[in-house]
């Protein structure tokens, strides 16, 4: 069975740039992650899907993140434009399903290092 | 308020047991995780426990969870240089849904 896919794997940009990041979760897996890894940190959640529901976004900086989830299943997250503090390492998760109250392990990409000059 | 605390670094000599140390804030947290994180790749869930459980086993991983002093520990067996990496633990606050709140990591370096 293939694992979370993320494209690209590495991104250089300039500062004042857009860019985005693109997420095939596990076949079948209705919840959806999209975290932000910086360095010597563990993941922040950006924001979590339910099907194409976006049902957490608190932490998403909305003036400059967006994200879709269009028919429920790829995923793509956008920066625009990226500033030097949005270098980091951007990583999707997919669940089966989210619930209250049950074990909720989430498998992870191999995420998208992203370097703003 | 949700806050994870790890030891940053942990190094031992291959053979010997490794125990990483996990400190968490909400005693709402119906599971707690370890995930482990080799360079350049994403997180792989390692084991998990249920709040109502002292102790868990699988292979050469324990888990043992103190919940009145809100500590949580991995104990690995017969330390391998491939274990290698950094280790997460994470708490799932039920007052954010399933939402994960990670530490910061604590790297686990083997010496062989």
């Known amino acids: 069975e293939a694992g979370v896919v993320q494209s690209p794997r590495y991104k250089i940009i300039e500062k004042k740039q857009p860019v985005a990041f693109w997420c095939n979760p596990i076949s079948g897996h209705n919840t959806l992650y999209w975290y932000r890894q910086n360095l010597g940190q563990g993941p922040e959640l950006l924001i979590r899907y339910e099907n194409e529901e976006a049902v957490d976004d608190s932490q998403l900086p909305k003036d400059r993140f967006s994200a879709e989830r269009l028919k429920g299943v790829d995923s793509t997250l956008k920066i625009q434009p990226a500033e030097l503090g949005d270098s980091a390492v951007y990583l999707c998760a997919s669940s089966p399903r989210s619930l209250a109250g049950v074990s909720n392990e989430q498998f992870f990409g191999p995420g998208t290092r992203l370097t703003v000059l | 308020g949700e806050d994870v605390e790890q030891s940053l670094f942990l190094s031992v000599r291959e053979g010997d047991s490794s125990v990483i140390n996990c400190t968490y804030t909400d005693s709402s947290s119906t599971y707690l995780y370890w995930y482990k994180q080799e360079p350049g790749a994403g997180l792989q869930l390692l084991t998990y426990?249920?709040?109502?459980?002292d102790m868990k086993q699988d292979q050469r991983l324990t888990v043992l969870l103190n919940k009145k002093d809100k500590h949580l520990s991995l104990r690995i067996a017969d330390t391998q240089t491939g274990d290698s990496a950094i280790y997460f633990c994470?708490?799932?606050?039920?007052?954010?849904?399933?939402?994960?709140?990670f530490g910061a990591g604590t790297i686990l370096r083997v010496k062989s």
């Open positions: 426990i249920f709040s109502n459980m």
């Open positions: 994470a708490e799932s606050p039920l007052e954010y849904g399933n939402k994960l709140v």
